[in-house]
T-cell receptor
Framework: GAVVSQHPSRVICKSGTSVKIECRSL??????MFWYRQFPKQSLMLMAT?????????EQGVEKDKFLINHASLTLSTLTVTSAHPEDSSFYIC??????????FGDGTRLSIL | QKEVEQNSGPLSVPEGAIASLNCTYS??????FFWYRQYSGKSPELIMF????GDKEDGRFTAQLNKASQYVSLLIRDSQPSDSATYLC?????????????FGTGTRLQVTL
């Protein structure tokens, strides 16, 4: 069964809206989660590393004020896309490190900004 | 700059044949290597991981790692139409947890009837 739960699976909203995506680890504690973005026909690009109880680490070129990450508990990380615009439309995927196991991915969130 | 290279394909193989997927990486310090399968519109799912040089087999899948050549491959035996997907190679600089992954662009596999 799934070990990482991601919600919502799909969001369609107007330009300027802020969108929050949740990533939960099921049955295990994840001190570290990762947020990726995937544009059509491209690979996954790491956006940021979410650390429980501390600030997220953003990859070069990712605006931390636009993509707000909160990892307030050991089982939940959230990504908020603030004032989303059409160019933010993408497939957002989270993952979590399970102890002594490779990363497991959530089912992804398809974000469409009109 | 860390890079992971894959042929984008499509790689077309007949049902029952062996599919061979290849990946090269530039960071000689890489320690962990992963193969993920991604169906269209879905998130990646882990197929295999390998840390040591040599072969690792799991059912119809075999991962092969050659650190000297900076090369990792995935063999799929007795290919089935359900294996048709994009296969992503991913590399990490660390073993264990909390490891950032660098992904290749993926190879699209088509298994024909």
């Amino acid at each position: 069964g799934a070990v990482v739960s991601q919600h919502p699976s799909r969001v369609i909203c107007k330009s300027g809206t802020s969108v929050k995506i949740e990533c939960r680890s099921l049955d295990f504690q994840a001190t570290t989660m990762f947020w990726y973005r995937q544009f059509p026909k491209q690979s996954l690009m790491l956006m940021a590393t979410s650390n429980e109880g501390s600030k997220a680490t953003y990859e070069q070129g990712v605006e931390k004020d636009k993509f707000l990450i909160n990892h307030a508990s050991l089982t939940l990380s959230t990504l908020t896309v603030t004032s989303a615009h059409p160019e933010d439309s993408s497939f957002y995927i989270c993952s979590a490190d399970r102890p002594n196991q490779p990363q497991h991915f959530g089912d992804g969130t398809r974000l469409s900004i009109l | 700059q860390k890079e992971v290279e894959q042929n984008s394909g499509p790689l077309s193989v007949p049902e029952g044949a062996i599919a061979s997927l290849n990946c090269t990486y530039s960071d000689r310090g890489s320690q962990s290597f992963f193969w993920y399968r991604q169906y269209s519109g879905k998130s990646p799912e882990l197929i295999m991981f390998i840390y040591s040089n040599g072969d690792k087999e799991d059912g119809r899948f075999t991962a092969q790692l050659n650190k000297a050549s900076q090369y990792v491959s995935l063999l799929i035996r007795d290919s089935q139409p359900s294996d048709s997907a994009t296969y992503l190679c991913a590399v990490s600089g660390n073993t264990g947890t909390a490891s950032k992954l660098t992904f290749g662009t993926g190879t699209r596999l088509q298994v024909t009837l």
